[in-house]
């Protein structure tokens, strides 16, 4: 059986690299192959391909998705895609590439997976040695990682070494095959494995050793930062194809703004005031604008948020971008209509917001294992008590797990929630549920209180980390009793 598999492969592999590209329309890239029983075991979800027309942290919920279906180990489809290029990540198994598990791919290719297991995969056919070489530089990320003491100086020195010699493997490898690459495809992926290997270096120290650090990894950091800081603002990409489609460049950045914030004050926490004015100052164009709003949507949980739409709304221009920023701000802004969810309960039953008028809500979202989630829930008790028997107030606490039994035994953990709680799911949409991506919720928890019209009162209600700030979340219920 495993010789005719192995057969089948083969033919598999050699009629879509002499056949397969044939039959491709503009706009279209083939994907098929075989994948082993070993592979499928290790699946957590079912399997699709989700594609972005151009992958950003802000629309990471934003996709086509195109289901896969696997017939005797095999599957083929075809992706349609909007543009010459997108990102493609399998969802069923995960594929690690330079960034999570994203694949760039250009229509016309045709590609052929073997995926033995996720640690096992290989691309052939049209298009496939981007691929291969995308999942290069997703394992050359942490290579050569060792162990050290907190707040030892020669952890900087070893992962810097590391970090130029992983970029020397990888270029020379991005080299070799140049000559079939476009220019703009090549320039690309140097870009992208620039940022993902610097990611990395940025990974290897942790930030309780950024604030914490003595004076001799303080000083150790002082010499790598400052030069670092100085490049990446003077040296900024400016080309808009970059821009738009190397996301982990922009990730990068801001992951640079937010841990160098911390070394210069040596707060635990970096802060949006700090981050939003070192883009507004440092950088210019279409590179400021995307950074800006990276900036925004991570801090939407911050109750300040608000107070940066106008500046934000003056310094972007381009009209994607500017369409994105206005329609995140109005779905926060208090006094507009809250969106008209239709969830379902444990029981099968669907609950929109209009089934609701007349109370108070307020709403969490949580997943099962979000440790933040279960942080929330305890600074929460403090006000379920408070209102507990107050028909007027309703607690809504909202899985985003794909299946129902994971939302069930979320529930029956008493993590998330309360008692008096009204559960509810998305009823399989996990992630993609119009009421996620209408608050552009892509990270969790998440908070949000609906007044008796049904309209926003808070879509950043303070965290109630302390006695002042859950009294001051009291006091906003309080308001529109």
């Not at 082993?36 to 942290?57: D, G, L, Y």
């Not at 995960?94 to 994203?102: A, K």
């Not at 950091?221 to 982990?248: T, V, Y």
């Not at 400021?288 to 500046?311: C, T």
Request: glycine fraction near 4%.
């Amino acid at each position: 059986m495993r010789k005719l598999q192995f057969l089948l492969l083969i033919l598999s592999l050699h009629s879509s690299i002499v056949f397969g590209n044939a039959n491709i329309k503009p706009k279209q890239v083939k994907l098929s192959g075989y994948i082993s029983n070993e592979a499928i075991k290790e699946f957590k979800r079912s399997p699709e391909i989700r594609i972005f027309e151009s992958f950003s942290a802000e629309t990471a919920t934003d996709a086509d998705i195109t289901p896969v279906v696997i017939k005797d180990n095999f599957f083929s489809l075809t992706l349609n895609l909007k543009n010459d290029f997108a990102y493609i990540d399998f969802r069923g198994p995960y594929i690690n590439s330079i960034y999570l598990d994203l694949f760039f791919v250009e229509a016309g290719d045709s590609l052929v997976l073997s995926l033995k297991n996720n640690k096992d995969a290989l691309f052939s056919g049209r298009g496939s040695e981007k691929l291969n070489y995308q999942m290069y530089v997703g394992k050359m990320q942490y290579n050569n990682w060792k162990n050290f003491n907190p707040g030892d100086p020669a952890k900087i020195n070893h992962y810097k070494s590391t970090t130029s010699t992983n970029l020397k493997l990888c270029f020379d490898s991005l080299n070799k095959m140049r000559n079939i690459l476009s220019e703009k495809t090549y320039e690309l992926l140097k870009v992208n494995t620039t940022s993902s290997l610097n990611d990395a270096f940025l990974a290897s120290i942790p930030l309780n050793e950024v604030y914490t650090a003595d004076s001799a990894f303080y000083s150790r950091l002082k010499d790598e930062f400052w030069p670092m800081r100085m490049q990446l603002s003077g040296l900024a990409i400016n080309d808009p194809f970059i821009i738009n489609n190397a996301n982990i460049y922009i990730q990068y950045l801001y992951n640079f703004e937010k841990i160098f914030s911390i070394f210069l004050t040596r707060e635990r926490r970096s802060r949006l005031q700090w981050i939003y004015e070192q883009f507004q100052n440092n950088y210019t164009g279409l590179l400021r604008e995307k950074l800006i709003i990276m900036a925004l949507l991570n801090f939407k949980g911050d109750p300040q948020i608000m107070k940066y739409a106008g500046s934000a709304l003056n310094l972007v221009k381009d009209s994607t971008n500017r369409t994105l920023l206005k329609t995140f701000f109005d779905h926060k802004t208090p006094g507009n209509k809250a969106y008209d969810f239709s969830l379902i309960d444990p029981n099968g039953k669907r609950v929109s917001l209009q089934d609701l008028k007349g109370k108070v809500l307020v709403i969490d979202t949580w997943y099962k294992g979000c440790i933040g989630c279960i942080m929330l829930t305890k600074r929460l008790k403090p006000i379920f008590t408070k209102f507990k028997h107050n028909e007027k107030v309703l607690f809504i606490s909202v899985s985003v797990d794909k299946e129902k039994k994971t939302f069930i035994d979320g529930i029956k953990t008493g993590l998330y929630g309360s008692k008096e709680c009204l559960y509810l799911y998305t009823g399989g949409n996990g992630h993609q549920d119009p009421f996620l991506l209408h608050y552009k919720y892509s990270s969790y928890p998440n908070m949000l209180i609906i007044d008796k019209m049904g309209n926003v009162v808070s879509a950043n209600p303070p965290n109630p980390v302390d006695n002042s700030s859950t009294q001051a979340f009291i006091n906003l219920i309080n308001e529109n009793l």
